[in-house]
């Protein structure tokens, strides 16, 4: 009976011993839990993308192509055989050389070794002598020609200036420079002038009687904005045949000159004419003067006006007088309890707005400095190619700086001057006597060199204001 009970309890022992096995939390094993009749079955695996089609197999490649390269030898060089030359297109070229005699000159591949002598350490002239710098050198980039260029860099000091133009002579054909006034006059006044120098301005009081002439080897071609002046002064003779000239400038040195320029002109072509300075105190044009300048138009009318002033003066001068202008009231003041006179009969309004006014490149600020021109419609000017001749043959072939804001447009000129001073040394050291002309990009140039005192002339083109540009025209 004992034996029973013990087989039964070993049964009892095995089968509650049954939730040890492994499957134990597994769904659907011994003592697991059963699954939540609220649970939603399994969503259904997406389908496959359909398979993208193969894209198209890739065209062979050509068969890679080589080409033999002439590699430069020589600075200047561009790489490229004579044979393969005559191919390319013609490169543009400025206008001719027209030379009236008939020296043979050097041949064009003898060597030529030019000293660009420029003011670069200047704190005042620096960033004009590197605009000059600048457009001498595109030039010579252009049209090397075997010409060796070296850039002599002074001050402002005239012994340093003697001292580096001394060392040039030994070891240079010409001289390209100085630039300042001062600086050339030193030069002149020296004895050390013995190779051809070409100066790119003019000693104080040049042109006018009485005047030392420069040593024969010594050529100047600055820019002469009194030459201008005299040049406007032929114009506006030419197309007004009779009448007074009116001047107007301020007490400016620079602007002073410019006035006795043009007066002296206009007095040698016979013509009558009247020089008003105004005053202008933060270089405002003074309101009492305007309204004197403006009576005195009204009394003896000239047939024209000449501005020695710049473009913002020359603007406000503009306003002043292409306003009506009515005859001061004359009436006494009443107070208001007595009865007011009838208004004075009408008279007719003036306007100076059809006068004709004349004046130089200071009338030009350039395009890229913002001032108002449109202020100055129908004034007429003179300045240079490379600034109212965009579409000029020579302007064309040449790079142009980046010269924006106040002053862009004098540093545009000298880079112009740069490049025609260029031109001209090249002519002299290929040709060191005779004369030439030029159609440079500062105008046309006349140029007479090696037979005694050298002669230059520069004729710049007219231009009107249209549109609030200065358009060149034919005088």
């Not at 193969?54 to 430069?72: D, H, R, S, V």
């Amino acid at each position: 009976m004992k034996s029973v009970r013990l087989t039964l309890l070993c049964m009892v022992a095995a089968v509650l011993s049954a939730c040890s096995t492994p499957f134990c939390n597994a769904p659907g094993g011994l003592c697991s839990p059963q699954a939540a009749n609220t649970s939603l079955p399994p969503p259904p695996p997406p389908p496959k993308p359909a398979p993208l089609p193969k894209p198209p197999p890739e065209p062979a490649l050509p068969a890679a192509q080589t080409f033999a390269i002439n590699l430069p030898d020589a600075p200047g060089s561009t790489g490229i055989s004579d044979d393969d030359r005559g191919q390319l297109p013609p490169r543009a070229e400025p206008p001719a050389i027209d030379r009236t005699d008939n020296d043979a000159g050097q041949p064009s591949t003898a060597p030529i070794r030019i000293g660009l002598l420029l003011p670069l350490q200047s704190e005042t002239l620096g960033a004009a002598a590197d605009s000059v710098r600048a457009g001498f050198m595109a030039a010579w980039e252009r049209d090397r020609g075997n010409i060796t260029v070296t850039v002599l860099e002074t001050g402002d000091v005239p012994q340093d200036i003697l001292s580096v133009y001394a060392r040039a002579l030994q070891s240079e054909d010409l001289v390209v420079g100085p630039l300042s006034r001062s600086a050339v006059a030193t030069i002149a006044t020296s004895a050390l002038v013995s190779k051809p120098t070409i100066a790119l301005n003019y000693p104080e009081g040049y042109g006018q009687a009485g005047a030392t002439p420069l040593p024969p080897h010594m050529l100047a071609i600055g820019l002469s904005i009194e030459e201008e002046a005299r040049q406007a002064a032929q114009w506006a003779a030419r197309e007004q045949a009779d009448g007074a000239a009116v001047v107007l400038t301020t007490s400016s040195p620079w602007q002073r000159r410019v006035a006795n320029a043009f007066a002296a002109e206009w007095q040698r072509l016979g013509r009558p004419v009247r020089v008003m300075e105004l005053n202008a105190p933060d270089s405002y044009l003074s309101d009492p003067d305007l309204v004197q300048l403006r009576a005195s138009l009204r009394q003896s009318p000239p047939a024209l006006l000449f501005s020695a002033m710049g473009a913002d003066q020359t603007r406000q001068l503009r306003i002043a007088l292409g306003g009506n202008v009515s005859p001061e009231a004359t009436n006494p003041t009443f107070s208001t309890a007595d009865a007011l006179p009838p208004p004075p009969p009408a008279t007719p309004a003036e306007s100076f707005r059809g006068l004709p006014i004349y004046g130089t490149s200071a009338l030009n600020p350039g395009r890229e400095a913002g001032f108002p021109t449109q202020d100055l419609e129908g004034v007429r000017l003179l300045d240079l190619p490379w600034q109212v001749q965009r579409d000029h043959p020579a302007v064309m072939v040449y790079p142009r700086p980046l010269q924006a804001g106040v002053g862009g447009a004098d540093m545009a000129r000298l880079y112009a001057l740069g490049i025609d001073a260029f031109r001209v040394a090249r002519e002299i050291g290929r040709h060191p006597v005779g004369h030439f002309r030029l159609d440079g990009v500062t105008g046309r140039l006349s140029i007479d060199f090696g037979r005694g005192p050298a002669s230059f002339e520069r004729i710049e083109p007219a231009a009107v204001y249209l549109n609030g540009a200065p358009e060149p025209v034919n005088p």
